[in-house]
């Protein structure tokens, strides 16, 4: 009997200790912990892995000739780049210093104007801390996309029908970039860029007002979600 009731008590102390829900948060805990360890030791991977491609990059364009103004020439690089923030250089590949070059030129001082690639560095770094979202892949594909369309249409706001031409001829040309780091006259989806280019027509006034309205409108509606 003695036996018997030792057991139970145990068995009894043993239901009593027993806790489910402590059980449950300690599981969600410890699942927690995992998952950010892996979150930070992938973003600091992938942002290990962009300033080795920087300094890639950095190496690549660290002979070039200068040309005039803040363009230089490379034999190094296949396609015309914009490369660095605060004092951006144009490189343009060697067999294009004998040949006419404005198109180039003028894209990828829209790139400059706009300060593209310090936005691109600075959705680079967004996009290491958010991996795991697939909506942030989809933005730095979108957004990559959209600096290349925005200084197509300010290079084409002061072109004709023949020059819009000419543009597109140069921008296939040109259609190998594929470096995230550097604004490229090549990059982006060419054959989109280049129906772009041809049927190209200057905003009106109420395109553009419509426009701002319904970025507004989205804007607010995304803000309000978030809060």
Not at 34 to 62: D, Q
Not at 138 to 148: C, I
Not at 174 to 191: H, L, P
């Amino acid at each position: 009997d003695g036996a018997v009731d030792f057991a139970f008590t145990n068995h009894l102390m043993m239901a009593n200790n027993y806790s489910p829900i402590t059980y449950k948060v300690n599981l969600l805990d410890s699942l927690f912990h995992v998952a950010s360890m892996v979150w930070i030791i992938v973003a600091i991977a992938l942002m290990i892995i962009s300033v080795m491609l920087y300094v890639i990059t950095k190496s690549e364009l660290k002979n070039v000739r200068h040309l005039r103004d803040n363009i230089y020439v490379s034999d190094r690089i296949t396609v015309p780049a914009t490369y660095g923030v605060f004092h951006p250089k144009i490189i343009i590949p060697k067999k294009y210093e004998q040949g006419n070059f404005k198109y180039i030129i003028a894209h990828e001082s829209a790139h400059i104007h706009r300060r593209d690639n310090l936005w691109r560095i600075i959705a680079i770094i967004t996009v290491s801390v958010h991996w795991f979202n697939p909506l942030a892949w989809l933005f730095l594909k979108k957004f990559l996309e959209v600096t290349e369309l925005a200084c197509d249409e300010r290079v084409l706001s002061d072109c004709g029908e023949e020059e819009k031409k000419a543009y597109a001829i140069a921008l296939v040309d040109c259609a190998k970039s594929r470096n995230i780091f550097v604004s490229a006259f090549g990059g982006a989806k060419i054959r989109v860029r280049i129906g772009h280019i041809l049927s190209y027509r200057k905003l009106s006034i109420i395109s553009i007002i419509c426009f701002t309205v319904f970025a507004i409108a989205i804007a607010y509606v995304l803000l309000t979600n978030a809060s």
